[in-house]
Structure formats: C-alpha cells, structure tokens
C-alpha cells in the first residue's frame, strides 16, 4: 500500500523539463521519491517561483501515482514553525563526481587511502571488525515494522517502504549505532543531479518492482579487518530497505544504476558527511539540513509504518 495523498512544507529543489509530451518532474529537498508536476500551468508556475526565490511551499503529493496534486503558499503559522525546526550542518563535507563504473572495489572502500573525509576525522570510535558491524545490522534490521511482535526501538523503521523517507530510516540508524552501541557512524548521500541522471533499484527485497530516486542517504560505519599482518579499515554501508547485511560502499553506489529499472540509471555524486546530517538543503549537495532533536524522524517513521513498496 502506498498514500494516495500527502501534505507537506517542502522546498524546491530542481524543476526537470521534459522533453516532447512527457510530463515535467519536480524534485523535493525533502523527498527522495521523484514527482511528475501536473499539466496545470498554476501548479508549475509556483512551482517555478518557489524555486526561484528560494520559497517554502504547502505541496499535496500523490505518492502513489508520484504526481504533485495542488501546490499552494504556507500560511504564515506553517511558515513559522517551518522556519523555526529547520537547522543546517555546519560546514557540509565536499560533495564528489563520480563513475560508479570505474571504481575499483579494492581500494575505494580504504578510508585511509581513498576516502579522506575530514567528518572522519571528528570520532575515532570505529567498529572492531566485520561480527560487530553484523550484529549493528541485523539489530536495526529487526526494528522494521513489517515484522511481528513490537520492536526495541520505537517508533519502528519502515524499511518495507523504500520509495520515500531514507532520511528518516537513516537518522533513527545513526541514534541506534551511536547511542546503543557508542561507535562513529557518518552519512553516505548518493545523488542523481547531473543530466538526465536519476538512481534507479529494484525492490528485490520488497517484491521486485523498481523505484527511482534523486538522493538516497544511509548510515557509513567504518570497520577494521585484518587479513594475515596487514590491518585496514573499510566503509561499509549499513542499509536494511536494500540488503541483508552491511555492504561496501561501491557495491552500495552500484546497487543503484540498475539499468533493467531505468535506462538513465546513474549516480551522478556522493558525499559522506558527519551523522548529524538528516537530508539535502539544495540540489547541488553542498548543503544539508539536520534533526537534532529526532521529531522529523519520528513523524516520518510513523507516517511511513503501514506502507509498502510494491503493488
């Protein structure tokens, strides 16, 4: 099941031109799904304006049919406390070009060697090695809220529903690795903002359907091995909405430029920042918004519970 309707303060982030009859797409910096604007020259023109003055709008979604039903101005309460909940990351880490063909899977995922971050350089606390990083995983795997019984955490995680809300699943991860199990744990965004680029999976957990996105976002851990004297560390992805274990982050890049869902499949950008990043605060992926006090997430866990991904 997916909502046929859903209201939210949002903010533009890029309007997509299509070519031909095809209907012209809106992307929300606090939407992962991608939506089709509707043929009503009113809806895209304040579409438009939004994103040209950098404006808030009170957006209706179908996120069933991945359409915008009605867009309007916030009244100036909504505008308010939009205002007053939305906080920025301090000095965002460096976002980076990527071809996820080109990477070499032997040393990308080196942190000391390939992946100098400077978010890395803030906790030292990383995970001893591959059973822990297992352990973190399949706890917060069992936290999803199409399994029986109640979970641990509350509210639950829908990763059942992975056409919208990462940002969410991702946040409440983090809360998880670094309050019950006091490790480091950063952000990996990936982006499609290049071209005519969009990140594309197939849901094999979920049904098998495809799903497209402008950004994914999932809690990086970083995890010493040891193989005979030589020692390193790896960034593994921690992503229960795609896999059944913790991954590398290149075969987390790869995963989604599944060009059997669509042909434009590709990762355009990625970027790792400190945890505290919750979703993108511009197209370009040089800014990022935060939830300190984890509200966001709750509210978009609980509206995301009963969801799933596919038909």
């Known amino acids: 099941m997916r909502p046929a309707r859903e209201t939210g303060i949002l903010t533009v982030a890029n ?11 809106v992307r929300f910096n606090e939407k992962q799904q991608i939506f089709k604007l509707p043929a009503r020259e009113a809806v895209s023109k304040r579409v438009g304006d939004a994103l040209r003055k950098s404006r808030p709008v009170k957006a209706v979604l179908d996120p069933r049919r991945g359409v915008v039903r009605t867009i309007a101005d916030p009244s100036e309460r909504e505008l308010r406390e939009f205002e007053r909940t939305r906080t920025y990351l301090d000095k965002p880490d460096k976002t980076v070009r990527v071809e996820v063909d080109d990477i070499d899977p032997a040393t990308f995922n080196i942190v000391d060697r390939h992946l100098k971050f400077p978010a890395f350089r803030l906790c030292t606390r990383v995970i001893p090695n591959y059973k822990t990083a297992k352990k973190i995983f399949d706890f917060c795997a069992a936290q999803s809220c199409h399994l029986p019984g109640p979970p641990t955490v509350t509210p639950c995680i829908p990763f059942q529903y992975v056409r919208d809300g990462c940002y969410a699943r991702a946040h409440k991860m983090r ?23 969009d990140l594309a999976v197939r849901a094999d957990k979920w049904g098998g359907c495809c799903v497209t996105w402008w950004y994914h976002v999932a809690p990086l851990v970083r995890v010493r091995f040891k193989i005979g004297s030589v020692k390193f ?61 984890y509200s966001q997430t709750d509210a978009t866990l609980v509206a995301y519970k009963n969801l799933t991904t596919c038909p």
Not at 15 to 25: D, L, P, S, Y
Not at 175 to 197: G, L, M
Not at 248 to 272: F, P
């Open 15 to 25: 309007i997509r031109r299509a070519k031909g009859k095809r209907a012209a797409e």
């Open 175 to 197: 809360k998880i690795i670094t309050s019950r199990y006091r490790y480091c744990c950063e952000k990996v965004f990936s982006f499609a903002n290049q071209n005519n680029d």
């Open 233 to 293: 560390v790896l960034a593994l992805v921690i992503d229960p909405s795609m896999f059944d274990k913790p991954v590398l982050l290149s075969t987390w890049l790869m995963a989604q430029e599944n060009t059997g869902c669509a042909a434009n499949a590709q990762v355009s950008m990625y970027s790792i920042q400190l945890g505290s990043a919750y979703a993108p605060g511009n197209y370009q992926g040089t800014s990022f918004t935060t939830d300190p006090t």
